[in-house]
């Protein structure tokens, strides 16, 4: 019986490994069957969406949209304008299209005062324009000036507001220290210590010759008309007041602030801050012309029906380092169009064009597409007036008890990113707000509301848009599931919008707006430059939001700019889709009248929580993989400077074999 037992065992042994050598070779046989089923089902595409061979020259082919409306860069709200800007202007300072840090440009350094209120910029000295003329802290002047005169007509005029004199100098006393000042406001100065808007040194008596003044001085005062005195009282007040903006040399100049502001440097790389030739006399015609003088690295070449050309500066200062030869922006009239050039090797990058949802899927599994967190924030601003909502408690506890991921994922597919903090460019923000359900109901609990008893319906007042109503549903359901919150949502034309907004009957009211510095202090006054004035009456708002409007060079589809998808029909203005938004108010008058409660930084928003912040917008792009150096950002401000064509590069199958 032995034997015969041993012969069983080995026998079961030799099965077992049988069984093992089948169930291990079927497996094989599923993992290759199933395979080639997704081979078969989602083949694996070309890296590329288009393999085109380089030009064979170093010239850059760009569709950015549209023909721009003008060169100026004071005009400059959004692309094309401000890429052609970009080229072949340069300001103090230029954006790392990279990191987005100041870094030099016609100022080779600069620093500033201990309350970072004083700033002063050493300018290079071998900066031309492109007549060959020398860049001088005069032509800034000149030109910064002219923005303060031009005003509202001007790109993005909220940028100038912490600039001294860039507002009403009848409401301002502007001062380079603060001694100085204190003696304006006392009077002990005469007109002869100050510089008048024009940058004249005025003398004493700036309406009368010598011998005028002895005859006014030999006659009665009590003859001079009352009129006549309070004019002369005007004019010798307004005299007392100084532009903050002064060329102490023809290569230093020195800028003064209202409020400090550690990031001044990030804020004038913005474009409506490069100088233009003789205080930009050459756009007053209101035409493209190739023969304007610029100081950048390229100059206009040609303007014609198709597009517009670039040539490399000779008199740039660091032409050497410039490798494009020539760039030609391209114009297309939407984004089908701007596909079928880039598929057909005509134009080598693709920006600011309105993508569909299905071609962005279809896009998305390429190498040369691209998908970039654009700087336009889209947020509910709280009314801080009506109770329980100027509680803090109360406006953390319905901030942090939205989950944003859900949001972006599930409602805008994926097409935005989740705003943990009022700016995208911090890279750590998910550190600042995330979701935290318990906290939010103690917080709630702890302002008299345990479990969202008693607690108000909130009024929640949207755009009409499809989006924006199915995040509003889905904000009230968390609010409900986690907070025991009810919602009424209100869905309101724009026109209908302004005029709820001047009455303040709302709790949170759905706000937008474009980000175009990285400068804190500007971005912080731009988002809540309503914020500290909800008492104030918004009459000049329509007035501005339709100049807006008209200036932007997009779409005038307010319902299409309201959706946010795509961006490009909205990044021109300085606020999203709702024209209530922006306001005719100065920020002098803002300055004055809430000393003190002005919220500076991101910090303090997130510690005050006046707003909650919802989502970023997303930018799409397509780059030849043979273009380096051309870097998208969030600011949307790709730089020329550094961007050539690898000629030696070649296209590649599906296998990495070329």
Not at 94 to 109: H, M
Not at 122 to 142: C, I, Q, Y
Not at 152 to 174: A, C, P, R, T
Request: net charge negative; glycine share 4%; aromatic share 8%.
């Amino acid at each position: 019986m032995k034997p015969q037992i041993k012969t069983n065992r080995h026998k079961w042994k030799n099965e077992k490994s049988s069984a093992s050598v089948y169930a291990y070779l079927w497996l094989i046989s599923l993992i290759l069957v199933f395979s080639g089923c997704n081979q078969l089902e989602k083949p694996k595409p070309q890296p590329f969406y288009s393999q085109t061979a380089p030009p064979k020259k170093q010239e850059f082919r760009w569709s950015n949209g549209k023909m721009p409306k003008s060169f100026d860069p004071a005009l400059a709200a959004a692309p094309p304008e401000t890429d052609i800007v970009r080229a072949i202007y340069e300001g103090l300072t230029d954006n790392d299209p990279k990191t987005l840090q100041p870094v030099a440009a016609i100022a080779t350094d600069w620093k500033s005062s201990e309350d970072y209120k004083i700033w002063t910029f050493n300018l290079r000295r071998n900066a031309k324009w492109s007549n060959g003329e020398r860049v001088t802290a005069k032509d800034f002047v000149s030109s910064w000036k002219r923005l303060a005169e031009m005003g509202e007509e001007i790109s993005h005029y909220e940028l100038l507001n912490n600039i001294v004199g860039m507002q009403s100098v009848e409401k301002l006393v502007f001062s380079s220290d603060e001694s100085r000042e204190s003696n304006v406001v006392s009077g002990q100065f005469s007109n002869q210590d100050f510089t008048s808007p024009d940058n004249q040194v005025k003398p004493n008596a700036p309406d009368d010759s010598e011998e005028q003044k002895l005859k006014t001085d030999e006659t009665d005062s009590t003859s001079i008309p009352e009129e006549k005195t309070e004019q002369k009282t005007e004019i010798k007040e307004k005299n007392q007041f100084k532009f903050g903006v002064e060329a102490v040399d023809d290569y230093t100049l020195r800028v003064s602030l209202v409020e400090p502001d550690r990031d001044f440097p990030a804020l004038v790389a913005h474009p409506i801050f490069r100088p233009v030739y003789r205080s930009g006399k050459e756009f007053e015609s209101g035409k493209l012309s190739g023969g304007i003088v610029t100081n950048g690295a390229f100059r206009v070449s040609s303007v014609g029906l198709d597009g517009i050309t670039l040539d490399r500066a000779e008199n740039y200062w660091n032409a050497k380092e410039v490798k494009i030869e020539r760039v030609r922006f391209v114009q297309t009239e939407n984004a089908e169009k701007a596909l079928e050039a880039y598929r057909a090797g005509e134009i080598d990058a693709v920006t600011n064009a309105d993508f569909e949802p299905l071609a962005l899927k279809l896009l998305t599994p390429f190498d040369d597409f691209r998908r970039t967190t654009h700087s336009a924030l889209n947020f509910y601003e709280f009314n801080l007036k009506k109770p329980p909502f100027d509680d803090r408690r109360v406006r953390e506890a319905l901030a942090i008890a939205i989950e944003r991921e859900r949001l972006t994922e599930g409602e805008m597919e994926s097409a935005s990113e989740p705003a943990f903090g009022f700016l995208p460019f911090d890279k750590k923000q998910t550190t600042k707000l995330t979701q935290n359900t318990q906290k939010a109901r103690n917080l709630i609990m702890q302002a008299g509301f345990p479990n969202g008893e008693n607690f108000p319906t909130v009024k929640l007042l949207v755009n009409r848009n499809d989006v924006q109503q199915r995040i509003a549903r889905s904000v009230a359901k968390m609010w409900k599931q986690n907070l025991n919150i009810e919602t009424e949502i209100t869905v309101k034309e724009s026109a209908e919008l302004e005029s709820i907004g001047q009455t303040s009957d709302f709790d949170l009211i759905r706000r937008g707006v474009v980000l175009p510095t990285t400068d804190e202090t500007a971005n912080m006054l731009a988002i809540f430059s309503l914020q500290s004035k909800t008492n104030k009456n918004l009459s000049e708002t329509k007035k501005t939001g339709e100049n807006d409007g008209k200036k932007n060079n997009e779409s005038e589809n307010t319902e299409k700019s309201n959706n946010d998808l795509p961006v490009s029909e909205t990044k021109a203005r300085g606020r999203l889709s709702d024209n209530i938004l922006t306001s005719g108010e100065t920020a002098a008058d803002t300055l004055k009248e809430t000393e003190g409660e002005l919220i500076l930084t991101e910090e303090e928003a997130i510690i005050e929580f006046p707003a909650i912040p919802l989502y970023f917008s997303t930018s799409y792009s397509l780059v030849k993989p043979y273009v380096q150096g051309f870097e998208t950002n969030t600011l949307d401000a790709p730089s020329l400077k550094d961007v050539r064509i690898d000629d030696n590069w070649q296209p590649k199958r599906a296998d990495g074999e070329s």
